[in-house]
């Protein structure tokens, strides 16, 4: 089945990188994505990647992909207040056909 | 271009009650899937349609109803709403199916209380 798992807080000083993981199950998975979620705010799309990439770059985001370990990451460089927000990994696949999210990560910015 | 468009942003119904939401996809987009959004349960798919057909369906009661229309746009309806029907309603809108060579982009959402 699908899966996806997120920790749910992280809290970075502003200026530092913040790394934030997620893990999924669904071997099928063709592409998988970050989405970003301020409060009272939808789904912005920030960024994602076809299963067959190992990182892509965009300004300030990163994302890595280990398809043998089922593991992306999201790595934001000089990390600002505007940063803050929920941070949310979600796979799909011709299979499923459907986005499957995890629960979301909360990222704090300490100043 | 314009984003995808929910109305309306928020909504207070009592239980019992039936209620309406509307979605309307990026121009030129065919594809509409539905999702509830709760602390508890996080963002669980709803249903999807694209060409004005339901592609997928996810576990929720048959009270949960949807339809997309030949413009692409799509509602979605909630019959005798109980409490725990409180939620944001998110729609993301794509130009294919999803798992397919396509982005989605999420409106901001229905709030809905139900009380």
């Known amino acids: 089945g699908e899966d996806v798992e997120q920790s749910l807080f992280l809290s970075v000083r502003e200026g530092d990188s913040s790394v934030i993981n997620c893990t999924y199950t669904d071997s099928s998975s063709t592409y998988l994505y970050w989405y970003k979620q301020e409060p009272g705010a939808g789904l912005q799309l920030l960024t994602y990647?076809?299963?067959?990439?190992d990182m892509k770059q965009d300004q300030r985001l990163t994302v890595l992909l280990n398809k043998k370990d089922k593991h992306l990451s999201l790595r934001i460089a000089d990390t600002q207040t505007g940063d803050s927000a929920i941070y949310f990994c979600?796979?799909?696949?011709?299979?499923?056909?459907?986005?499957?999210f995890g629960q979301g990560t909360r990222l704090t910015i300490n100043p | 271009k314009a984003g995808v468009t929910q109305t309306p942003r928020y909504l207070i119904k009592t239980r019992g009650q039936q209620v309406t939401l509307s979605c309307s996809p990026i121009s030129g987009h065919r594809s509409v899937s539905w999702y509830q959004q709760t602390p508890g349960q996080g963002l669980q798919f709803l249903f999807e349609y694209f060409s004005e057909t339901q592609r997928n369906k996810g576990n929720f009661p048959g009270r949960f109803s949807g339809r997309q229309f030949s413009n692409s746009r799509s509602e979605m309806n909630v019959s005798t709403l109980e409490l725990g029907d409180s939620a944001l309603y998110l729609c993301a809108s794509s130009l294919a199916l999803p798992g397919r060579n396509t982005e989605a982009f999420f409106g901001q959402g229905t709030r809905l209380t139900v009380v």
């Open positions: 979600a796979e799909s696949s011709p299979r499923a056909q459907k986005l499957v």
């Open positions: 990647i076809f299963s067959n990439m």
